[in-house]
């Protein structure tokens, strides 16, 4: 394999970080316990959340929120086929768990500006059996939040939203995935914050915390610790309490390794936040003066009410060239890159095979994953010598043109 150099992301661990994971493994407490539990903690104080749950990843997150409304011991639940929508740049782990929980998903395109979710079409797609809404910040980046949240409010919609991707982020002072009745993120390695893997999630109310904390680990009497529960059921004196189980459930449990890694690079966040933002707008610069690569490249609109962690660069072709043989070029001369989450969804041989249908064709959505990229962003500060190769790397792959 090529050696790139500038890969779409670094080693994010730093020394401290690997010394509060080898500490747990010192320990030979590697399954779920008090690491766990001192990020489920920090993590609340820390975006001002009640109820949050550490689990082996955001894709994980994604699943107990669906599973969670759709749940038997949920007074509101929703129903089967109840319509969802999302985003049609999206990931599988947000669009497949609608599909797993029998509800009906319903594309809504992207906004090609910001790449969230288009307001207007958005919309346009509620009907009266809309049910849920599931919100993917991309990114770092984010629609316009005081528009969703009228929209949502309006149409007594449940929000979920998938920070996944933009965990720091905030709009108006106001951290993304705190809007939201659930909300993901992930630790994944290539994320703000990483444990390699992991994950949380977040609620904003006692029934369904204690629902998401029985589904966590096979729907077991143990993970309930209010006595105000919502498992109503008859006791059998020939079963153990410890092996008791009330819910149906997953093992999506996170190690104690990851917990301790993911809680010392939270502590973090805000300086993490603050180089990413510095790359950002150096990178950005940088190709924006370019006179070459300002003829073939747009960036991401810029909102005045959004500060940013971002999690990469992002960069949408003007001109209709061949994107493909751009891409290879840059692989070539040294830079990796990747789509935008996973290009529009709707386009995934995936969704022929579960006979899953596109309303229609996704203008905004299908630009972006035609002529859409990124490249990485990192959490240390690039240097100048860095960001001259960056740029050389493209004038090298533009300077003979497109046929």
């Given at each position: 394999m090529k050696k790139v150099s500038y890969p779409l992301t670094k080693n994010p661990f730093l020394k401290d970080d690997l010394k509060e994971g080898i500490k747990v493994i010192k320990s030979k407490q590697l399954t779920l316990s008090k690491k766990t539990i001192e990020i489920e903690n920090y993590f609340g104080k820390k975006f001002g959340i009640k109820y949050s749950t550490m689990l082996n990843s955001g894709s994980s997150a994604n699943l107990l929120a669906f599973?969670?409304?759709?749940?038997?011991?949920?007074?509101?639940?929703?129903?089967?086929?109840?319509?969802?929508?999302?985003?049609?740049?999206?990931w599988p782990t947000s669009f497949w768990p609608i599909v797993q929980s029998n509800l009906k998903p319903v594309f809504v395109d992207c906004d090609k500006k910001n790449l969230n979710v288009d307001i207007n079409d958005l919309k346009k797609k509620i009907t009266k059996r809309t049910k849920c809404l599931i919100l993917i910040h991309v990114l770092g980046h984010c629609a316009d939040m005081d528009e969703i949240m009228k929209i949502v409010k309006k149409n007594k919609l449940i929000l979920i939203e998938d920070t996944c991707e933009s965990i720091g982020s905030k709009y108006k002072k106001k951290y993304l995935g705190?809007?939201?009745d659930f909300s993901s993120f992930s630790f994944y390695t290539s994320h703000q914050i990483s444990s390699g893997e992991g994950g949380m999630i977040t609620c904003k109310n006692n029934?369904?915390?204690?629902?998401?904390?029985?589904?966590?680990?096979?729907?077991w009497v143990r993970e309930i610790t209010n006595k105000n529960t919502v498992f109503k059921y008859k006791r059998n004196n020939y079963l153990d309490e410890k092996f008791t189980f009330c819910n149906s459930g997953f093992n999506l449990r996170p190690t104690e390794v990851?917990?301790?890694?993911?809680?010392?690079?939270l502590k973090k966040l805000d300086k993490i936040k603050k180089n990413r933002s510095y790359n950002y707008k150096k990178i950005?610069?940088?190709?924006?003066?370019?006179?070459?690569?300002?003829?073939y490249f747009y960036f991401v609109e810029k909102n005045k009410f959004v500060s940013e962690c971002w999690l990469s660069f992002p960069i949408i072709l003007k001109k209709k060239i061949n994107k493909k043989t751009l891409l290879n070029r840059l692989y070539k001369n040294g830079v990796e890159t990747r789509p935008i989450i996973s290009g529009d969804f709707?386009?995934?041989?995936?969704?022929?095979k579960y006979?899953?249908?596109?309303?229609?064709?996704?203008?905004?959505?299908?630009?972006?994953?035609?002529y859409g990229f990124y490249i990485g962003l990192y959490a240390e500060k690039i240097s100048n010598k860095d960001l001259r190769n960056l740029k050389n790397s493209f004038i090298k792959s533009l300077i003979n043109g497109f046929k």
């Open positions: 599973q969670t409304l759709i749940n038997p011991y949920r007074k509101k639940r929703l129903k089967p086929n109840d319509e969802v929508l999302v985003p049609t740049l999206s705190t809007f939201g029934e369904d915390y204690q629902i998401i904390r029985t589904l966590r680990s096979h729907g990851s917990s301790a890694i993911a809680l010392s690079q950005k610069q940088t190709l924006e003066k370019d006179k070459l690569c300002s003829k709707s386009q995934q041989p995936a969704l022929m006979n899953i249908k596109k309303q229609k064709r996704y203008k905004n959505a299908d630009y972006i994953h035609k």
